[in-house]
């Protein structure tokens, strides 16, 4: 077993089971508070106790009938909401577009992307502060470290726009949990997003 | 008695050049042994230790002065820029909440310093690394580590949060243990506005 500043590379027995879900949770706390880990050495283990923890969660989730009627729910919120995003980077990104007719010699990108609500204590009453912290933990992690840290958009501004197409399978439930180490059973906790479009403006001075 | 700390002198010693402390500096940003803690305390003694030795070698001849007023001009000159097109944009959003379309709750603003491979004209690898740890404020170089100034616009206000930009220079050069000839290096800033929906 191989053992990074006192905690094992991973979360499993000797005989390669998985740790019970409390055990994986408290480790995580452990290690997102550990401020004797480098960045490196807190993203190696919690990356792997992340993993964990969505095997477990999943196979718990997917025995139950029931969460299939829920998934579909989240889905058409999730997809919803994104939509609503695109149509507004779009108007964006075409009024910059503009700006930049009008006014010349620089170049700029937008971006949009969408935050999944990091306060859901707000939204559910019942949220221990355990349940909120791992979420927080989970939802920094993914943002700091993900290639791509939240869906969106980029669009690079020049005389004519080239944006993608929005294709409406990459923002639901699918999506999130394929990508991310979202668990089915966190990605139905988001009730609320909160948006942001960002102008990134370049060489312009 | 000299402290060490994971095997590094935990401050930099008086005879060390600006060259060797910059290497000091370079090595601890990469040491993936060390931990956050120790890597924030020595980089941020080296740092000090560097700018106490750049600042001594720097003098204040005509040429130097005339190149820090530049310096200072550009980036008040960007900073004023960035907070004009803000407040044109909330205005904008302002009048999309009048007519009741979707408009986003604030509107923040950013001057930050650029990626560092075009700080400067022909910076080497190495240097730019170094770069990357003198001007972020802590030792994990990261978007929000370089940011220089950020003001937020409320769009359901009419009085917006204004910084003033008198004295940005200074504040950055003390805000990220920076001396001046680390400004005189940086020939453009990078800005960024945010729309916020809630």
């Known amino acids: ?205 | 008695m000299m402290m060490y700390i994971d095997g590094y002198e935990s401050e930099p010693r008086e005879e060390m050049t600006v060259q060797q402390m910059e290497q000091a500096m370079l090595r601890i940003s990469e040491d993936l042994n060390l931990s956050s803690d120790d890597k924030i305390y020595l980089m941020q003694r080296y740092k000090i230790g560097r700018s106490k030795k750049l600042d001594k070698e720097f003098s204040m001849t005509a040429e130097h002065i005339s190149a820090l007023k530049k310096a200072k001009a550009l980036m008040t000159d960007v900073a004023l820029k960035l907070n004009r097109e803000a407040l044109r944009i909330c205005e904008e959003e302002m009048t999309k909440k009048r007519e009741g379309k979707r408009a986003a709750f604030s509107i923040e603003a950013v001057l930050r310093f650029k990626d560092y491979c075009s700080v400067g004209n022909d910076f080497d690898n190495a240097q730019n690394k170094l770069w990357s740890n003198v001007l972020s404020k802590s030792t994990l170089p990261s978007e929000c580590d370089r940011i220089i100034w950020r003001a937020t616009f409320f769009v359901c206000q009419t009085r917006q949060e204004l910084n003033s930009f008198e004295y940005l220079f200074e504040e950055t050069m003390e805000k990220f243990i920076l001396v001046k000839q680390d400004l005189l290096q940086v020939s453009n800033y990078g800005t960024t506005i945010s729309y916020i929906y809630n």
């Not at chain 1, 077993?1 to 409390?22: D, H, Q, S």
């Not at chain 1, 139950?64 to 579909?72: F, G, L, R, W």
């Not at chain 1, 294709?167 to 009730?191: C, P, T, W």
């Open chain 1, 1 to 205: 077993m191989e053992y990074i500043r006192g905690y094992a590379k991973n979360c499993r027995t000797l005989k390669n089971k998985l740790l019970p879900l409390e055990v994986i949770e408290d480790q995580i706390i452990s290690i997102a508070n550990d401020r004797r880990l480098s960045p490196s050495m807190q993203r190696d283990l919690l990356c792997n106790r992340f993993s964990d923890r969505k095997e477990l969660l999943d196979e718990r989730f997917f025995d139950q009938s029931e969460n299939a009627e829920k998934i579909k729910v989240v889905d058409a919120f999730l997809k919803s909401e994104s939509l609503k995003l695109y149509r507004l980077f779009s108007d964006i990104t075409h009024s910059e577009v503009e700006k930049m007719k009008a006014n010349p010699g620089g170049d700029r990108y937008v971006k949009a992307h969408y935050w999944l609500n990091t306060d859901l204590r707000l939204v559910y009453e019942d949220y221990s502060e355990r349940q909120q912290e791992i979420w927080n933990i989970l939802t920094s992690f993914e943002e700091e470290h993900s290639i791509e840290p939240v869906p969106g958009w980029t669009a690079y501004c020049s005389d004519e726009v080239d944006m993608d197409n929005y294709d409406e399978s990459r923002y639901g439930v699918r999506f999130l949990h394929e990508n991310y180490h979202f668990a089915m059973q966190d990605i139905l906790q988001i009730k609320e997003l909160n948006f942001e479009i960002i102008i990134n403006y370049d060489d312009v001075h």
